[in-house]
């Protein structure tokens, strides 16, 4: 009997000890999951981490290029403004100018000059034959504020002179001007709606003008200023 009941007794305290083995198992295997779920927080802590710092430097990326190109973009805008606003207007063929100006001869003896005419400008087309030649294809390509000194040949002015152009006119046909007493002999200078004429001859009924303009076989000098291009 006694020995039936130390072999319970051995067997109870066996199944005792395996008992606490397993619990001390068990929590030590709760412990190592804890720590494993607590690693792989950690881990995906620092992948949010990471991706958040991508998100944030991409969103700065884009914000700083989108700077650049409204920067870019206002910079060329106020570029073409300034350049638009630095176009001077030019002279070209048929545009309608208005000049100043004052027109010497190369003595240096001034024959007129906007001055004389209380500063009303001289208006005209270019390239339309209003003008002589040289003044003409000088003002060709200046900018409108410009000023230019130009001198221009006799040819390209009012030409060489002519001794054939004569002109004879009957006295009767003069008889204005001898009504504001201007005399119909040699040299006398009569005022046209051209320009002076000559009297290089007179007999009893009739009176030889010279037709050459007075500046003919002269070279001329201007200072022009565009005032302004219509």
Not at 131 to 147: A, L, S
Not at 167 to 189: G, H, I, R, T
Request: contains cysteine.
């Amino acid at each position: 009997m006694k020995k039936i009941l130390l072999f319970v007794f051995l067997v109870s305290i066996l199944a005792s000890c395996n008992n606490a083995v397993k619990n001390e198992n068990t929590v030590e295997n709760k412990n190592v999951n804890t720590k494993n779920n607590t690693v792989i927080t950690e881990e995906q802590a620092k992948k949010v981490t990471i991706n958040n710092k991508k998100t944030d430097t991409k969103k700065e990326s884009e914000k700083n290029l989108n700077s650049s190109v409204t920067a870019t973009g206002n910079t060329t805008e106020n570029n073409l403004i300034t350049n638009k606003n630095n176009m001077a207007k030019i002279v070209e063929k048929w545009s309608e100018i208005a000049v100043s100006y004052t027109w010497t001869l190369t003595d240096g003896t001034v024959f007129d000059a906007t001055s004389r005419h209380w500063g009303k400008l001289l208006e005209f087309t270019a390239w339309a034959g209003q003008m002589i030649p040289g003044f003409d294809n000088w003002v060709i390509w200046m900018k409108e504020g410009e000023t230019k000194k130009i001198e221009i040949k006799a040819k390209d002015a009012y030409g060489e002179y002519d001794p054939n152009k004569k002109q004879v006119v009957p006295k009767k046909d003069l008889e204005s001007f001898v009504a504001a007493w201007y005399k119909l002999e040699k040299w006398e200078k009569l005022p046209t709606q051209m320009w002076e004429l000559t009297i290089l001859d007179v007999d009893w009924d009739n009176v030889i003008l010279d037709v050459n303009h007075p500046l003919a076989w002269k070279d001329l000098i201007f200072e022009v200023k565009v005032e302004k291009i219509k």
